[in-house]
């Protein structure tokens, strides 16, 4: 049965921090790997990943994929309370209809 | 553009009931889908389409059906609502398998059977 496995579960860091979110899987023929931010209401998307060791970025997020070992990081620098949020990890088989498998996401709460 | 829309954005169900969560999409998106997210659990597929008249189950279809007669509309119908199916729903929908796309939520309708 494919499985994405997100640690930790919940994270309560200080403004500035630094954090690293993990995620790892196990999907027959992946495909790819995406990452979603959600707040209240709607996950919005934050990157996809499929070659191994390209770091994807955005401002103070950034991300890489290790295909060989199965897991991917998500790292935050200089965290700021509008990052409060569950971060989703998601994978991609060859599933018709890209269909996803979503791990139970990590609760990141930034204290001011 | 108002993306993946969702209606109602809340719902109270008495067991046995019936509702349809209604699901529309602005893009001309092929793929919609229907998720369920609970505590702790991720979000688990119910449904999805890769076109109009094509409808297939994901992994938790049970108590659950769905129709797509356009390209723009979802719904999701429940038919014997039961307090396993309390939940926060959300429409999803993505260009294709082979475009890179990724998914375009929408804000999701969260339901409680009592």
């Known amino acids: 049965e494919d499985k994405v496995v997100q640690s930790p579960l919940s994270l309560v860091v200080h403004e500035g921090d630094t954090v690293t979110l993990n995620c790892s899987y196990e999907?027959?023929?992946?495909?790819?790997l995406l990452w979603y931010k959600q707040e209240k209401k709607a996950p919005t998307f934050l990157f996809m990943l499929?070659?191994?060791?390209i770091e994807k970025k955005s401002g103070r997020l950034s991300s890489i994929l290790d295909k060989k070992e199965l897991f991917s990081i998500l790292n935050i620098t200089a965290t700021q309370t509008g990052d409060s949020a569950i971060y989703l990890c998601?994978?991609?088989?060859?599933?018709?209809?890209?269909?996803?498998?979503f791990g139970a996401g990590t609760i990141l709460r930034v204290k001011s | 553009n108002a993306g993946v829309t969702q209606t109602p954005k809340f719902r109270i169900l008495k067991i046995g009931q019936s509702m349809t969560l209604q699901c529309t999409q602005d893009?001309?998106?092929?793929?919609m889908y229907w998720y369920r997210q609970d505590p702790g659990m991720g979000l688990k597929l119910i449904y999805y389409?890769?076109?109009?008249?094509?409808?297939d189950k994901g992994e938790v279809p049970n108590g659950y059906n769905v129709s797509r007669s356009t390209t723009e509309d979802f719904p999701l119908r429940l038919e014997l609502a039961a307090p396993s199916q309390t939940s926060v729903y959300f429409c999803a929908s993505s260009h294709g398998r082979d475009s890179g796309s990724p998914l375009h939520f929408g804000n999701g309708t969260r339901l409680t059977v009592t």
């Open positions: 893009m001309n998106h092929n793929y």
């Open positions: 998601a994978v991609e088989g060859p599933y018709y209809g890209n269909k996803l498998v």
């Open positions: 389409s890769v076109g109009a008249g094509i409808t």
């Open positions: 999907v027959t023929n992946f495909r790819s």
């Open positions: 499929t070659s191994s060791g």
